[in-house]
């Protein structure tokens, strides 16, 4: 029998390639790394988050040994509570990650039967033939976890995302020792983030926010209010010292920030020495230049605290004249619109309101190009995979390795469900698994599709109009004028065109011929072709048309 | 009786204020300056454009003098077609801005009907009380204007959309002596572009892109295509002139780009000594290296020429590897994930593509924040009103203002239909008008509005559902379980949930009370409440409910 090879296929991500997960393959063992969900695109109304379609270990499962999660941000976790319950195996990960994802599986009720085992960055795991190796690398939370997986072809590296900063603040810094001992031991193959290969030079340090948050929070003469992601305990850090430093105390508003906030501080990723972090309650009559508030909302998510300070809604904090808001944060593709419209609102309530990219307020949590560069020639890989990124960056990404000496040949642009074979001298495709978009729709997991969404945008473009028409069961002549109802389609009055459509639709039915009159079918399609020829030529429109036939 | 004072009153502009038109009225003399229509946001489905509501000047045609328009971008022209049949006044504008304006109207059969009146920079037109003077300002489209318009209170400078560009290629620069000559008559009100006041510095000139464009179609290995605003005359030039210097023709693709090339050599706003720009057929068999096109699509419509190059589905240009493609262009708010669609697409394709703010291959047509301070320096106005813009704009464009020594006071932040009121010596606000949102959604115009605007957004979320029930008419007893059909609910099979709903509400109409049966309303408002009930406990989902009843 052949010598199996290493397989290694991407799966799911909306867009982005390898992003929420990638499965590794040889003969009878399989282990997945990550298990992210992505928020919806625009072409996916209703949807509230698209998981990796798993089809193909579903054949597999006993073969699976384990997953390994390289850090906690949702679209490396989010898929837990979708995806593990069919897999009887280990979750392995860092202390931090595997909070997050306790918290994650807790909501869906599968923290009792889950198998959570937190490890330590040297650590190795076997599972199956592989060796898995934990190395620390800097990203936007704590605890992230680049991979080493030792495979009967050679040694994997597996970035997961990262950066090169020396400086991150709260967590260790990438462990460029790791990657030097790696590339000595000889790197076969190389997966590594793609995300900031747009970006020229280094990414700034998380430490950069520190100065610019100093001047801010130093000067504000009233609140300063400080929205980020909850999981950038790093920047929460930085807002806590300074805030410290200037005799300020901090209230961390917003669920997500406060679950957050308290799972650091009890697991001793964020430090809290002076006792300066108080509930809101205890701090708010405070004088306003006193007051630091870490809060949610710095993707204009609707729902959020400061969303909903914008929108004058929020149940403890009045924003007014005075306050200073900053957004230390990058409005993620698709949230342009929701974070201006807040930002607009602060604005409008008086508030000064600190944003954007010259303000210096956020850095990326991904490598530049200097980084890739530096990343490869530390770790001279002699296969090389971007991932982590659209095609775009894929490509770009390809094209810096190509610079940096990697042949063009040993070089494999991943696609999500296409299989990537390499054997100890080689690589190649080598044909697709299933990699469709999963669907989370309310409790619903896979069961809409392409032709919902179709519907659903149809929908939203003219939407419905529903004609009732009862007519004689023997003869399928009309009693009387159809019904019609609509919504999304015209405002009540409507122009007369309600009234025009029923009189359109009346008269067609009178003049059917009687045969096809004979047939409900027919009685319908003439009725739907009568209405959309109709609506089309007074408004240029194309709604649903659903005609109802009842026959009496 | 009283002095009548002047009214400036902006209105429509989706988010932005002032942009699309703005109102000046003093007595019985109206004048309005520019009529554009913007796209919708992600809130409007299936609007086609939403333009100025102007409600308050049905009552007062015969106030209208005259139509001033700054320029010929749509947010500034594109609703002229829907708003001047309502008056019958003349429009003036320069050559290239009526020019643009006649393709529309002729487009809506409306050019035989409307008075357009072409004037030169410096002359003066009289419209009752009013005498506008336009003066040259820099933007990226050819022709733009700024206005001077005398009336009985004083001086009103009003900017457009403007740059303070001294190198602009294909127009005449920004009027500084004109400014300076107002500055020294004095201006008692000026309304300023606010769209760039976020950038820090001076916007680079146009002429910046030249070199940038020499590089890369000078270096191009094949085909360069070029991807810009039709309406970007100077960009056009460069590309023009730039591939004539390479020994490259020229193809222009995509109607709109046509239509604007062929004006803009008719009228003498674009240069082609050469005969660089000849028909795609004639070019097509040239060497790639002698072969430039310049193209519709930078912004991403589905429609345009790039877009279906990206999808392998234009007619005539076949991406292959080798090929150049460069977006001249920023991708204006909601249009990102287009853009980055087609960015992937083409790079999927082999092309090479340019694009992003490093690779500056384009400059903004509005100015930066020291353009908005030399500005305000030169014509030191008593009275500021910040305009174009959003809220956010507008409040830091004010405080620049400020801090050049304006007194607060004597600064207006406008809202589309508040009234801002002027006198010889004092500014206030004064009262709303009515400033809605009109939609134009095909043949309709303003026969959509919230409610049509939230049912496609529900429609969108979760479908629709609608239930026919068949009642005896004298008991209301249901006499079969219902037909139930749905529409961006669930796939097909449904998972059994559509089996359940029509069992439960059969169920439910079984069991009503007689009395409440014998009412049809009843028997909806039952099956309603049971179908929402039931839907949202197995899915957590809530589409839209349509309960037809039928009594036989």
Known sequence: MAKPKLHIIPLGGVGEIGKNMAVFEYGNNIIVVDCGGMFPEETMPGVDLVIPDVSYLMDKQKKVRAFFITHGHEDHIGALPYILPHFDVPVYS??????????KLKEHRLLGTSDLRTIEFGDRIHAGVFDVEFFSVAHSVPDAAGLAIRTPV??????????????????KPTDIGALARLGTEGVHVLLADSTGVERAGYTPSESTVGPVFDEIIGNAPGRVIVATFASLIARIQQAVDISRKHDRKVAVIGRSMLQNVNMALDLGYLHDPGGVIQPWEKISNLSPNK????????????????????????????????????????????????????????FKLGANVIYGADARVHVSGHPGREELKMLTSITQPRFMVPVHGEVRHLILHARLAESLGIPPQNILVPEN??????????????????????????????DIGDVVLRDRQKLAQDGVVIAV????????????????????????AGDGIVDGARDQVFKALQHMHASAAAEPMYIQNKARDTLQKYIYQKTKRRPMVFPVVVEV
Chains 1, 2 share one sequence.
């Open 94 to 103: 860092t202390a931090l990650t595997i909070g997050l994802i306790s918290v």
């Open 154 to 171: 050679g040694l994997v590296v597996h970035t997961g995302d990262f950066k090169i900063d020396l400086t991150p603040v709260d967590s």
């Open 291 to 346: 007051v630091t508030v870490i809060s949610t909302g710095a993707q204009g998510e609707p729902a959020s605290a400061l969303s909903r300070m914008a929108n004058r809604d929020h149940r403890q904090i009045q924003i007014r004249k005075g306050d200073t808001v900053v957004f230390s944060s990058t409005p993620i593709p698709g949230n342009e619109e929701l974070v201006s419209r807040n930002i607009d609102n602060l």
């Open 417 to 446: 469900g296409r299989v990537m074979e390499f054997s100890e001298n080689s690589a190649r495709y080598s044909g697709h698994v299933g990699a469709n978009n999963v669907f989370v729709d309310g409790l619903g997991v896979g």
């Open 469 to 492: 028409m009862t007519v004689d069961q023997r003869t399928g002549r009309p009693l009387g004028p159809p019904d019609i109802v609509s919504a999304g389609f015209v405002d009540v």
